[in-house]
């Protein structure tokens, strides 16, 4: 089965999207480069990537959750926040996954040769605004607390491109003990606008995987409603959990003042 498919960016920027309609973005220097996320584990996503390069290959990633990390395992060196580290050695786990995946009727059928195992090298921890330096083409990342407390945004310098990803998005999950409380991650957001000056392009690694520059605002107002109670009777159903989800949408989740960001939450978040 073939697991990915890629589309060109940027020279330097190739979008890798996998079969459950994720992608992550492989970022090409002069030197080498770097996987920024690694999607669900399935098939080779290294083999994958090194058809797009022959500069040698490192993943960061930017969160530990399991559709984000699970395919690290191809690679020797990793990089990501150590605060995610006890959710990504749940969330990578192979018992984690196959649980997870033999419940859902697209994944149900993959065998158990085209799952990566877990892995079990060395996690390198990122400090808040490190920068790596790919020749002639720089990743800093910058630490935006909130989807989970690990959660890192990778600004491409050179290219003005920054990637929201999990952080940053059309309906943000804010939920269990791994999230922030939505006044915490307001603080987050208002930080990282301060970089809105050092990008041009937000990217994300789910749904339409693009958005305007004026998400981030739009997701700081959901904060706000939130905080002072709008909407509270409305409710979404994913992954398995009711949320309560901050400005009004339509049944595909789309807003209903044609927007873009949204929050979805558990009441404990709702402070
Ligand atoms: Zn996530």
């Not at 969160?63 to 990793?78: L, N, P, S, T």
């Not at 920068?131 to 407390?149: E, S």
Request: aromatic share 8%; with cysteine.
């Amino acid at each position: 089965m073939e697991y990915y498919t890629s589309e060109k960016i940027s020279d330097r920027v190739i979008r890798i999207t996998d079969f459950l309609k994720n992608c992550c973005y492989l970022v090409i220097g002069e030197k080498r480069a770097v996987l920024l996320d690694t999607l669900d584990g399935f098939g080779n996503i290294r083999q994958f990537a090194e058809t797009l390069t022959d500069k040698p290959l490192f993943v960061i990633l930017t969160h530990g959750h399991i559709d984000h990390g699970a395919g690290c395992w191809y690679f020797d060196e990793v990089w990501m926040n150590r605060k995610d580290m006890a959710l990504f050695q749940e969330h990578c786990s192979l018992e984690f996954r196959k649980e997870r995946y033999r419940k859902d009727p697209a994944t149900r059928a993959i065998p158990d040769s085209d799952y990566a195992l877990m892995y079990e090298g060395e996690i390198n921890d990122i400090a808040d605004g490190q920068r790596f330096d790919l020749g002639n083409l720089t990743v800093r990342m910058i630490a935006v607390p909130g989807h989970t407390q690990g959660m890192m945004v990778p600004l491409i310098e050179e290219e003005r491109m920054i990637i929201f990803g999990d952080a940053c998005g059309v309906g943000v999950l804010l939920t269990g003990e791994n999230s922030s409380c939505v006044s915490e991650y307001r603080k987050s957001l208002q930080r990282l606008k301060t970089f809105e000056q050092e990008y041009d392009t937000i990217l994300r690694n789910h749904g339409t995987f693009c958005s305007p520059k004026e998400l981030l605002d739009n997701v700081l107002e959901c904060c706000d409603d939130i905080l002072a109670g709008k909407n509270r009777d409305q409710i979404v159903h994913s992954h398995g959990i009711d949320f309560h989800i901050a400005k009004p949408v339509d049944d595909k989740e789309n807003r209903l003042d044609g927007k873009q960001g949204n929050i979805k939450y558990t009441l404990d978040k709702a402070h």
